[in-house]
């Protein structure tokens, strides 16, 4: 009863900003992305025509005039694919994703590395490595991050497979 | 009025013939069935049936009667069940545009399972349409 009424005053507000799937999309054509981690900067405003990152509600593809959203990063793959085509691959930690209404894209990863510096040998026993010593884990603190290492390398193990 | 049916088909004539070659007693039976049965043509009351009454030409070979009648009610009925399938071929493709939508680069995955999904959900209607043919001409 009371959540009707919550909902009900919810939906009379002014939202200038929602939009239905069948508005067209407004904002330029043009996505201006930048990718950076705190050592390093990949891209600085650079238009390129869709990139797929990995979130904690689930992998998804950003083209130009996306809806805007923010989004938490979860470790895994970051591939942008520029204006001709080609594909780059990254991988990210964590961090955070910003589509804004302008079709400005900022992802900033905590660490992002490419492709090419990670080593599946390396990966694998390091998976190991975890997994084992979040069964060794006794608190829930020590449990916790070892979880988070297991996630980790998982998704890791999965990139470069 | 009692209308004809088939059990008035009876034999009009039978000829024999005996050829001395073959030894063999042919019999040939011809079956007339009265198509239109006199008594079904309506007389004013009172009036006696003349000796040669008018006969229509029975233009159609199918007997339609209740049997008939019913399986086309039946097949019709067991037809509408090829709206679900429908209403979930709808609900796959909807929700294929929505996942592409979200994820462009999931294209060829989405798409091969909206296909399975597809197919299956067609199959169940097939199944109703299937039971309409049975109806309608095995039973």
């Known amino acids: ?161 | 009025l009692r209308c004809c049916s088939r059990a008035l088909a009876r034999p009009v004539s039978v000829s024999v013939f005996s050829r001395p070659e073959a030894q063999a007693v042919q019999v040939r039976l011809f079956y007339v069935v009265p198509l239109t049965c006199i008594l079904c043509i309506p007389q004013p009351a009172g009036v006696s049936y003349p000796q040669l009454t008018r006969r229509e030409f029975q233009t159609s070979a199918v007997s339609r009667d209740i049997d008939t009648a019913a399986k086309f009610i039946g097949a019709g009925a067991a037809t509408v069940g090829v709206a679900g399938s429908g209403a979930g071929i709808g609900t796959v493709f909807g929700s294929l545009i929505i996942g592409y939508a979200r994820n462009p680069s999931l294209k060829q995955q989405l798409f091969s399972y909206a296909i399975l999904g597809f197919a299956l959900s067609e199959a169940m209607g097939l199944f109703c349409l299937m039971v309409a043919f049975l109806i309608l001409f095995a039973m």
Do not use: C, W
């Not at chain 1, 805007?68 to 955070?96: I, R």
């Not at chain 1, 492709?115 to 026993?125: H, V």
């Open chain 1, 1 to 161: 009863m009371i959540r009707a009424r919550q909902l009900l005053r919810l939906a009379a507000l002014p939202r200038p900003h929602a939009r239905s799937y069948a508005d067209a999309a407004a904002g330029p054509a043009a996505m201006a992305f930048t990718f950076a981690s705190p050592t390093q900067v990949f891209y600085n405003g650079s238009t390129v025509k869709q990139v797929d990152v990995p979130t904690l509600t689930g992998s998804f593809g950003i083209l130009a005039s996306h809806v805007p959203t923010l989004q938490v990063l979860k470790p895994g793959v970051v591939t942008v694919y520029a204006e001709d085509g080609t594909a780059t691959k990254y991988f990210v930690s964590s961090g955070s994703v910003t589509v804004n209404a302008d079709s400005t894209v900022q992802v900033l990863a905590e660490e992002a590395v490419t492709m090419d510096m990670l080593d599946l040998a390396t990966a694998k026993s390091n998976l190991e490595k975890a997994v084992s010593e979040m069964a060794a884990a006794s608190d829930e603190a020590s449990k916790a991050e070892a979880q988070i290492k297991v996630e980790a390398n998982e998704a890791l193990v999965k990139a470069l497979e």
